[in-house]
């Protein structure tokens, strides 16, 4: 059962999308605005240079034995006012695009962020109404009807489940805030990767029973990090490829020592991701495609903290075709 969460009115949306479209125009009006009220004030203040020269030479008499000298000071002072605003005008003009680079730039930025906030609400109130919505329904069947108890227990598995994408959730978002804060005390201890990641990857087999796992894990590889954040960082790896791969597909997770890395490896046969894409799904709330129109699950966080923590741990995380469909994702360690 899916229960949509509630979105502003479509007039509402339009309205800030088109805001949001109308605000650089603004700027770049107003930009204009600005510099040719700059160009209007120097041909002003040049023409009234003009006319103070042409005063002062209609008051000189040919016959003042200082004639040459003072036509040559009033020649003189003209070229210094004119040389003096186009100097002051060009100082002004590019203090006034610079200011307009670094502006236009925060603005960018600012709807950047409005709108992944915007988005990040929507999916993270439609990923916590979902759990709660089927674990609810799931309790209240219990409560009301006598089942068997294949069927009690099958309803219990699945809020279960629920439950613990819940969890999920919620770890990531306060794992991000954290992070992000620096408020997170990042532990260095002697890990056992190959238990953590096969822990993983069995808990997700035994949740999708019906797609085809390939796991190849080497056993006795152990790191040096924090255990809390190196399974968050193998399950939003996983759980990846679950998302956004066919039902019938395979899934590969594979955890190898090769000379002086470790690499860990999740491939899946999903719709893959183009090359312009693969630099953005590592930041902060950013997803492929339109929010109002996708079906799949998530809020954009878990490859933003899957680099995150492959950071904080020294490691390098990349994504790669996988052929002849699908991505691999690769941390080296």
Not at 100 to 110: E, P, S, V
Not at 118 to 128: C, D, G, I, R
Not at 190 to 199: E, K, N
């Amino acid at each position: 059962m899916l229960v949509n969460c509630k979105r502003l009115p479509k007039s509402r949306n339009l309205f800030k999308r088109k805001s949001f479209h109308i605000s650089p125009f603004i700027f770049w009006a107003l930009l204009l605005y600005i510099v040719v009220a700059l160009v209007f004030w120097f041909l002003e203040l040049e023409n009234q240079n003009k006319r103070m020269a042409a005063y002062q030479l209609q008051e000189l008499k040919k016959d003042d034995p200082a004639y040459v000298n003072k036509l040559d000071q009033i020649s003189l002072e003209k070229k210094n006012k004119t040389a003096q605003y186009i100097s002051e005008g060009t100082v002004f003009l590019l203090v006034i695009l610079v200011g307009a680079f670094f502006l236009f730039r925060a603005i960018l930025r600012h709807i950047r962020i409005q709108q992944q906030q915007q988005n990040f609400m929507m999916a993270v109130t439609h990923e916590l109404k979902t759990p709660i919505a089927v674990t609810k329904l799931n309790l209240e069947t219990i409560q009301k009807y006598k089942l068997d108890e294949n069927k009690q227990s099958k309803i219990l598995r699945s809020s279960l489940q629920e439950i613990n994408r819940l969890d999920s959730l919620a770890n990531n978002i306060l794992i991000s805030a954290q992070l992000e804060g620096g408020y997170y005390q990042l532990a260095r201890e002697d890990l056992d990767f190959s238990q953590i990641t096969l822990a993983a990857s069995s808990n997700f087999r035994d949740r999708n029973a019906d797609r085809n796992w390939n796991i190849d894990i080497d056993a006795g590889i152990h790191l040096i990090g924090d255990r809390l954040l190196l399974a968050i960082l193998v399950n939003n790896l996983i759980e990846n490829a679950v998302k956004y791969s066919p039902k019938s597909s395979s899934i590969s997770i594979s955890l190898k020592k090769e000379a002086n890395h470790v690499n860990l490896k999740v491939k899946d046969e999903g719709p893959g991701i183009s090359a312009n894409e693969r630099k953005k799904i590592f930041r902060k709330f950013y997803r492929i495609g339109n929010e109002e129109t996708r079906t799949s699950q998530g809020t954009g966080l878990g490859l933003y903290l899957c680099r995150k923590i492959a950071s904080d741990h020294q490691a390098r995380i990349v994504v790669s075709n996988n052929s002849p469909v699908g991505s691999i994702f690769t941390v080296s360690f």
